[in-house]
């Protein structure tokens, strides 16, 4: 079983549909927690360790091979949670960090949320280093776009998403930094590729939860 911690009742069906998809008969367990992005977007990701950790310990306690955290800001605080979990602790937006670098050097970073910036470009940089490759990291911070996804607008949040991608220039690679963004991804016209991260993020964790359970 996979389970995944989420932020935002959102992803729960996406991520089914992916699972649907991609690894059909992958057990999930979903884990909502939107007060640990609310938290993190006052104090800083530290500030949720610890409730990270005990999510991560429900999630192994209740049989779970591996866990995917689905949220950016508080992606790192989780993987940071395995050392003690016992099982791979991952968070989705890596696989699309590593595949941005491989497409070049000028990397864009777009998110809806202050908070999910710095985390993210701290991982881009860090898939640069372990593929030795430099890199050149630059963000946008999408206006208006989270109080669209807030009022459950998801049509204009991911408009404001779209327009923000195609207005970038001077870039080899478009990275969405956040999972909800992923929507906007097929409505750009950008001519530069767009990454988003559910499926590429679920098909690593799929693929760990397989390994650590031994059914590879």
């Known amino acids: 079983m996979l389970a995944l911690l989420h932020t935002s009742p959102v992803h729960v069906p996406v991520f089914d549909a992916l699972r649907d998809e991609l690894r059909p008969g992958l057990a999930l367990r979903h884990f909502v927690d939107a007060e640990l992005l609310e938290r993190a977007r006052v104090d800083g990701p530290a500030a949720v360790a610890d409730d990270v950790r005990a999510r991560v310990s429900e999630a192994v306690g209740g049989g779970a091979g591996a866990v995917l955290c689905t949220c950016s800001t508080i992606g790192g605080v989780a993987e940071a949670a395995a050392a003690r979990s016992g099982v791979p602790v991952l968070r989705v937006d890596r696989p699309m960090a590593a595949e941005a670098v ?27 280093d372990r593929a030795g490759r430099p890199v050149d990291v630059r963000t946008v911070l999408v206006e208006g776009a989270w109080a669209r996804f807030e009022a459950d607008d998801t049509a204009g949040y991911v408009r404001r998403v779209a327009d923000a991608a195609d207005a970038v220039t001077g870039a080899d690679v478009i990275v969405l930094a956040q999972a909800s963004m992923a929507p906007a991804g097929p409505l750009t016209t950008a001519r530069v590729p767009v990454l988003s991260s559910p499926r590429p993020g679920l098909l690593a964790a799929a693929r760990r939860c397989a390994e650590a359970l031994g059914e590879v």
């Not at 491989?102 to 470009?121: D, F, I, Y």
């Not at 701290?122 to 640069?128: Q, R, Y």
């Open 102 to 128: 491989a497409a070049g050097s000028r990397v864009v970073v777009l998110a809806a949320l202050e908070s999910t910036l710095a985390p993210t470009v701290a991982l881009v940089e860090e898939e640069a």
